[in-house]
T-cell receptor, first 113, second 113 residues
């Protein structure tokens, strides 16, 4: 089975711009979660989508949003980028039942200048 | 919670020795715990998990111990190999939390050949 894929792998943006990141889960997985990883804050949960619906949400401002398509692929969007949004954005997929193993993609490294 | 300027604890171990990585989790209501390994440039990789109705679980070369009384997890790696060099995270999840997982700050394991 192919693993979780994320595109793009690297991205450079400037403050005020917006960005869209994409995640393709493992075939058959219906849950996609997004995490932000920074040296200062560690790994933090952004949100989780299951069957095209946001099922869980972390403590991030409304500038961070996401969606999931009928094929389970997911996108996350960050609007009005700030310098502090520079981070590794990771997505993880799982079948979608309670407390099961999540499989992470390699991440998208975002640099905001 | 928030923290500024996380400094990863580092554990240096001689190749062939056993490693013990410790983690204090934050929420006494958490009932599912996971250990992840993250190598440089990659996403976290699942190692082993344990539910709160257990206090020990063994995998291949790894053992996780759970002490709910003091909210403590440990990961034991037997016969540590150079390929074990990575950052190790413990993570916790609340009942019914689906895939919303809270990660610890991580421990860097350095294996000395």
């Amino acid at each position: 089975k192919a693993g979780v894929t994320q595109t793009p792998r690297y991205l450079i943006k400037t403050r005020g711009q917006q960005v869209t990141l994409s995640c393709s889960p493992i075939s058959g997985h219906r849950s996609v979660s997004w995490y932000q990883q920074t040296p200062g804050q560690g790994l933090q949960f952004l949100f989780e989508y299951f069957s095209e619906t946001q099922r869980n949400k972390g403590n991030f401002p409304g500038r961070f949003s996401g969606r999931q398509f009928s094929n389970s692929r997911s996108e996350m969007n960050v609007s009005t980028l700030e310098l502090g949004d520079s981070a590794l954005y990771l997505c993880a997929s799982s079948v979608g039942t309670v407390q099961e193993t999540q499989y992470f993609g390699p991440g998208t490294r975002l640099l905001v200048l | 919670g928030e923290s500024v300027g996380l400094h990863l604890p580092t554990l240096s171990v001689q190749e062939g020795d056993n490693s013990i990585i410790n983690c204090a989790y934050s929420n006494s209501a958490s009932d599912y715990f996971i250990w992840y390994k993250q190598e440089s440039g990659k996403g976290p990789q699942f190692i082993i998990d344990i539910r709160s109705n257990m206090d020990k679980r063994q995998g291949q070369r790894v053992t996780v111990l759970l002490n709910k009384t003091v909210k403590h997890l440990s990961l034991q790696i037997a016969a540590t190999q150079p390929g074990d060099s990575a950052v190790y995270f413990c993570a916790e999840s609340l009942p019914g939390g689906y895939q919303k997982v809270t990660f610890g700050i991580g421990t860097k394991l350095q294996v000395i050949p």
